[in-house]
């Protein structure tokens, strides 16, 4: 049935979670402050933040100042800095920015740093529990061998740390999901194992709106695109972030709360199509425009690829950034480098055929690790395939 925008659900940890957030990632520091109150009034009650997004201390002074029970309000926020000192030094960080006395949830931002690291950085999130600081904990970008991997380390953990619960509880993972992006294997592993899944691009960043069957239901429900995709997103069963600095789309994107769709339409909006989706494009096309370093951790969290700018040249590379079955972490699969020429024409280029690159090599991404390596070492060729040819 169709629930009230500060509807919660229970958490493995015990705490609820309201069951939409509000995402602010690349909302302006100088923003955050604004959105996060327009939120509270549209009824959100639940602010999704990151270390990484530099805006904690806006989320946390809209929090304070918004009169409303702290109890009431759910904070999210990530660490970027994946070890124990790097996690710990962010918990403390995060309180003092936002002047809140506890986080939320706690996530591990991504499955970067290796195994120990990881392990390290699990453990001071643990230790940030009983220590009163954080009240939920748990993953964003994690795939299925990370969340077996963090298993194992929280048995060597309680082993070590001697105690029932001493390895800590695994409340949520936060991942990209939408209908282009459904991730059933992934879903179904979180689902069986009691972690909850928070659904990060929820309306694809608007990439979507067009579709027809989109379209078609939001002409039958009269509500947007958007509004569709984040009900969608809560019939699934997930707790949809999405983000907005605009006040009339903060508002609009809470109001999906007086319908809901029909399990066969759920079924039939979501597609098992692969496209590009907005985190791709944004790593591969825009990377020598901004000339910064970017990355993604690509849809299966195993690598990260990237324009490295370097003076006058610029490396196009991609590496692993766990181990795997195959190679230690940091190893680079492939790398080359681009003259200015070249990278002028790449810049010139980036959407249509880099699109297509990426478009081509994740349609043959299948589900075990070793073909998933095959596949993004296809997809690296063909991208550098893209920008020599050119
Ligand atoms: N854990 C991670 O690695 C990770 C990665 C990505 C995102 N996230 C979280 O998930 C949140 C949401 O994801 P996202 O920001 O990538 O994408 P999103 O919520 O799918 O889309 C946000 C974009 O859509 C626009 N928009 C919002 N409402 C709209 C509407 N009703 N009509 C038309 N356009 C609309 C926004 O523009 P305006 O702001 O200009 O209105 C913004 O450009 C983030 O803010 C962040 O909290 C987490």
């Not at 918004?66 to 000192?85: A, G, L, Q, W």
């Not at 380390?153 to 390895?167: D, P």
């Not at 067009?210 to 009900?231: H, M």
Request: glycine residues 6%; aromatic residues 8%.
């Amino acid at each position: 049935m169709a629930t009230a925008a500060n509807s919660r659900i229970r958490l493995a940890s015990g705490h609820e979670i309201p069951r939409l957030g509000f995402g602010v990632y690349k909302t302006p520091p100088e923003d955050s402050y604004r959105c996060c109150l327009e939120a509270f009034q549209a009824s959100y009650r639940h602010i999704d933040s990151a270390a990484a997004y530099k805006n904690e201390a806006g989320c946390g002074s809209a929090i304070r100042d918004s009169k409303i029970p702290r109890e009431e309000i759910f904070f999210t926020s990530k660490v970027i800095n994946i070890s124990y000192d790097g996690a710990k030094e962010t918990i403390d960080q995060t309180l003092t920015l936002t002047g809140l006395d506890y986080v939320d949830l706690m996530l591990l931002h991504k499955p970067m740093g290796g195994s120990e690291n990881r392990k390290g950085a699990w453990k001071a999130l643990v230790e940030a529990v009983e220590a009163g600081k954080v009240r939920s904990i748990g993953v964003s970008n994690y795939g299925v061998h990370h969340l077996e991997e963090l298993q194992q380390h929280m048995r060597e953990l309680q082993a070590e740390r001697g105690g029932k619960n001493k390895g800590g509880t695994l409340s949520v993972n936060q991942v990209e999901l939408h209908p282009w992006l459904a991730r059933k294997e992934l879903v179904d592993w979180c689902e069986n194992n009691g972690i909850a899944l928070q659904a990060y691009s929820p309306i694809v960043r608007g990439a979507r709106f067009e579709e027809p069957y989109l379209q078609t239901l939001a002409k039958k429900y009269d509500k947007t695109p958007a509004q569709i995709l984040i009900r969608w997103s809560l019939d699934k069963g997930f707790i949809p972030l999405p983000k907005s600095v605009t006040p009339d789309r903060i508002k609009a994107n809470a109001q999906v709360f007086d319908f809901e769709l029909t399990p066969s339409e759920v079924q039939e909006l979501e597609t098992e199509e692969y496209s590009p989706s907005p985190v791709d494009i944004h790593a591969f096309a825009n990377t020598h425009a901004r000339s910064s370093y970017q990355h993604t951790a690509l849809h299966t969290g195993n690598a990260d690829a990237g324009l490295l700018p370097l003076g006058r040249k610029s490396r196009l590379y991609m590496y692993y950034i766990q181990e795997t079955d195959l190679e230690p972490a940091g190893t680079r699969m492939s790398e080359m480098t681009l003259t200015e020429p070249q990278l002028l024409r790449a810049s010139a280029l980036k959407d249509r055929l880099i699109r297509q690159a990426m478009c081509s090599a994740y349609a043959r991404l299948p589900a075990n690790s070793q073909s998933v390596l095959r596949g993004i070492k296809l997809c690296i060729a063909m991208s550098m395939a893209v920008f020599v040819s050119r």
